[in-house]
């Protein structure tokens, strides 16, 4: 079964905070969502291989470790996916990024595919997920499918607010998985929002509602 991990940090759970407050503003949002997801792209990389190469310090010749060269794509769900990726670039700048646009039914709840644009050779590379919001899962689920027909690596899944229902939903569909996620609510609501979860991550990012 893929690993689970919820972080654990007290800067974690302040800037949650602002934003599950409905008074936050988009400007504000977009920031703070970039920064989370500079923080999850250090957690969901901790186990990157590396190498050691000589260096002279000012002091001395030395054998210390840098990152060995690794294929990585970062894939956002569009939309709201999108305002996780400069987080991710800010860390590891020469990350690939894939895009899968997929929204969710407004009646069904269903997600519905609608645009795909992947690297070439995705085959070669660590494929990492991102989208703020884990619900029903359904459109993750949608997006590791499609990611599958193309690849045969290992698939990460890096969300903000995560639920229950959607870890279990992705461990059933997708087992293998290994979801990185800054927090993980109580449950859905009714019409399938996460509580207390933040609202729609999109329209909170791009200022639509
Ligand atoms: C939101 C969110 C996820 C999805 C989560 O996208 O960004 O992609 O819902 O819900 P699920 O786990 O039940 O599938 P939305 O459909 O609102 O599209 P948007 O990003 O374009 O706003
Ligand atoms: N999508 C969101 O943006 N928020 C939720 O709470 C659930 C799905």
């Known amino acids: 079964m ?3 991990t919820e972080i654990n940090h007290p800067i974690v759970k302040h800037k949650l905070t602002q934003l599950r407050n409905k008074e936050t503003k988009t400007k504000n949002f977009k920031d703070i969502v970039k920064e989370l997801s500079t923080i999850l792209a250090y957690e969901v990389t901790r186990d990157l291989p590396t190498e050691e190469i000589e260096i002279e310090t000012p002091l001395t010749k030395t054998k210390q470790p840098v990152l060995k060269n690794k294929n990585m794509v970062v894939v956002p769900i569009l939309r709201a996916g999108l305002g996780m990726v400069e987080g991710f670039t800010d860390l590891l700048p020469n990350l690939k990024i894939g895009h899968i646009g997929i929204y969710r039914d407004p009646e069904t709840k269903e997600a519905i595919e609608y645009f795909k644009k992947l690297p070439d050779n995705l085959n070669e590379s ?5 989208d703020p919001m884990l619900a029903t899962g359904g459109s993750a689920i949608a ?5 599958k027909e193309n690849t045969s ?15 279990e ?8 998985v290994d979801i990185v996620t800054a927090v993980i609510d109580e449950k859905l609501d009714e019409n399938k ?15 639509t509602n």
């Open 2 to 4: 893929g690993k689970v």
């Open 143 to 147: 997006a590791i499918d499609i990611l």
């Open 126 to 130: 660590e494929v990492i997920v991102v």
């Open 169 to 176: 939903a992705i461990q059933e569909a997708h087992p293998d």
């Open 193 to 207: 929002y996460i509580l207390p979860g933040l609202g729609d991550a999109g329209d909170r990012i791009f200022g």
């Open 153 to 167: 690596k290992p698939i990460k899944l890096v969300n903000i607010v995560a639920c229950p229902e959607g870890i």
